[in-house]
Every structure is written in structure tokens, then in C-alpha cells.
């Protein structure tokens, strides 16, 4: 059973810089889909960024702004968040997706003066 862990957030003043990490517990290349998602309170998850094998995919909201990546030797996806907006603030979780879907907990992100 696959696991992930999340690492990274925290609070972080608007314009700020973020690079949170999403740590597997085996090989990430088997998977050809790994997404960061995030849910703020009161909102549904949205998605936030894919990495998938016909490239990457990001939000409107984000383009430009966040990039997401991943170290295969590592078995790690970031997702480099840049020019931080206080409406950020939310909850980021990591999703991998082969035969079956694997969340990972979830870290806090607060962009806050």
C-alpha cells in the first residue's frame, strides 16, 4: 500500500515563497499521475496541479505562479508555490493514481500578514 507524506507548510506572508514536498513510500514512476489538490475551509478540494505522462496541467489561478515537479530518485513530487495570495490558504494534499487512488494527510498552508 502506497503511502504518502506531506511536508512543507506553514504560515507564510503574501507574495512568499512555499515548496512543499509529498514523500512516497516506494517508486513514483509506476504512476503515471500525481496531483496536488487543496481544500480551504468551507470549499471543496480543488486541483491544484497534475503531473501526468503527457506533461503537467495547473489551475487558472495558479499558472505562472506554482510549478509542480518530481524527483523520481527521491520518490518525491513538490509543488514550488511563488507570489503567494492570502486566498491560498488551505490545506494541500498529494494524490497518486494508478490502478487505485492514494491520498496523502494533508499540510497547512496560511498566507497571512
Known amino acids: 500500500q502506497l503511502q504518502l507524506v506531506e511536508s512543507g507548510g506553514g504560515l507564510v506572508q503574501p507574495v512568499g515563497s512555499l515548496r512543499l514536498s509529498c514523500a512516497a513510500s516506494?517508486?513514483?514512476?509506476?504512476?503515471?499521475?500525481m496531483v496536488w489538490y487543496r481544500q480551504a475551509p468551507g470549499k471543496q478540494r480543488e486541483l491544484v496541479a497534475a503531473?501526468?505522462?503527457?506533461?503537467?496541467n495547473y489551475a487558472d489561478s495558479v499558472k505562472g505562479r506554482f510549478t509542480i515537479s518530481r524527483d523520481h530518485a527521491k520518490n518525491t513530487v513538490y509543488l514550488q508555490m511563488n507570489s503567494l495570495k492570502p486566498e491560498a490558504t488551505a490545506v494541500y494534499y498529494c494524490k497518486a493514481v494508478r490502478a487505485s487512488i492514494y491520498w496523502g494527510q494533508g499540510t497547512q498552508v496560511t498566507v497571512s500578514a
Open positions: 516506494e517508486s513514483i514512476r509506476i504512476f503515471n499521475t
Open positions: 503531473s501526468t505522462s503527457g506533461g503537467t
